[in-house]
C-alpha cells in the first residue's frame, strides 16, 4: 500500500480493542479486534493488512 494515506482509529472498550485503517482516496475502511492489552503498532499493522486486502477485492491498485 505504498503510497496511500491511510488514517487509523483505536478505539478500547473493556478489554477489547477495534482498530480502523481508511483509505484517504476511496474512503473505503477496515476493522480488526483484538485484546485491548495488545500493542498499538500491532492493531494498525492488522487493520493496514485488511485494508490493503479488501482493497484487492475491490480491484483498487494499491500500488505494491
Known amino acids: 500500500m505504498q503510497g496511500r ?3 487509523f482509529e483505536i478505539r478500547r472498550v473493556g478489554m477489547v480493542a477495534k482498530a480502523t485503517a481508511i483509505d484517504v482516496e476511496t474512503g473505503i475502511e477496515a ?3 483484538g485484546p485491548a492489552s495488545a500493542a498499538e503498532f500491532s492493531l494498525r499493522e492488522a487493520a493496514r ?3 490493503a ?3 484487492g477485492k475491490r480491484g ?3 500500488g505494491g
Open 53 to 55: 486486502w479488501v482493497l
Open 5 to 7: 494515506e491511510v488514517i
Open 49 to 51: 493488512r485488511k485494508l
Open 31 to 33: 476493522s480488526v479486534t
Open 60 to 62: 483498487v491498485q494499491t
